[in-house]
């Protein structure tokens, strides 16, 4: 068998509606919030829960993306929308982006920043890919790479 780089299991996304009511479900369940970041820039929250002893090992993350400022409706997440992806940390993400290419997988969102990409497996679920340590200098054919499809 080939033996790749260190690959690392960081956490799996799942979109939420309330994320207090969410946070309190996972908590009868033994699972605890272990960080949160707001970005009002991005107009979202993540909440990131473990079970005791697993920060940093094996996470659960919880999107909740804030209502539309202009008063519509927020997006209804049915149709496995609420699942988000599944994340591993790479040691180069260069390398494993090549990599995956070079055997006919797309790269949906390119590694422009030289820290994250990401690709769907065969069945479609996004697999979110992030540079271990540092984010890399940006690099080509990355760095000018579009978009493709979604994630």
Not at 28 to 41: F, M, T
Not at 114 to 137: H, T, W
Request: glycine share 8%; hydrophobic share 40%.
């Amino acid at each position: 068998m080939e033996k790749f780089p260190l690959i690392k299991f960081l956490h799996t996304m799942i979109r939420v509606a309330d994320p207090d009511k969410t946070v309190a479900f996972f908590r009868l369940l033994g699972l605890e919030e272990v960080r949160r970041h707001e970005s009002a820039q991005g107009r979202f929250t993540l909440i990131f829960l473990a079970a005791p002893d697993q920060a940093g090992i094996a996470e659960l993350e919880l999107t909740y993306n804030w209502p539309p400022e202009d008063g519509s409706e927020p997006e209804a997440y049915d149709g496995g929308r609420n699942f988000g992806h599944i994340a591993y940390q790479v040691e180069n993400i260069y390398e494993t982006c090549r990599r995956l290419a070079d055997a006919g997988v797309a790269i949906n969102r390119p590694p422009r920043d030289g820290y994250m990409a990401f690709v769907k497996s065969p069945d479609g679920i996004s697999v979110e890919l992030l540079q271990r340590g540092e984010r890399l200098a940006p690099e080509e054919p990355w760095a000018s790479m579009e978009n493709a499809g979604n994630w």
